[in-house]
């Protein structure tokens, strides 16, 4: 995976997708839902899986908000 996996994606989109992260990792799911779209682009790129049906950080995305 490159160093910046949001690379690809407009400057607003990557930010979103951040939050969407930082939203996984806090458990703020209720009060910020994550969409289909954003929870496939996640997975897609390997920093979110599915546990018992919720979204969870992968080891490369602690790192990508971490690093």
Do not use: C, Y
Request: charged share 25%.
């Amino acid at each position: 995976m490159a160093d910046n996996p949001f690379a690809d994606f407009s400057l607003e989109r990557a930010i979103a997708l951040r939050w969407t992260l930082r939203d996984i990792q806090a458990g703020r799911l209720k009060m910020s839902p994550v969409s289909h779209e954003d929870l496939h682009v996640l997975s897609e790129l390997g920093l979110v899986e599915l546990q018992d049906e919720r979204p969870v950080l992968t080891h490369a995305g602690m790192a990508v908000l971490n690093g």
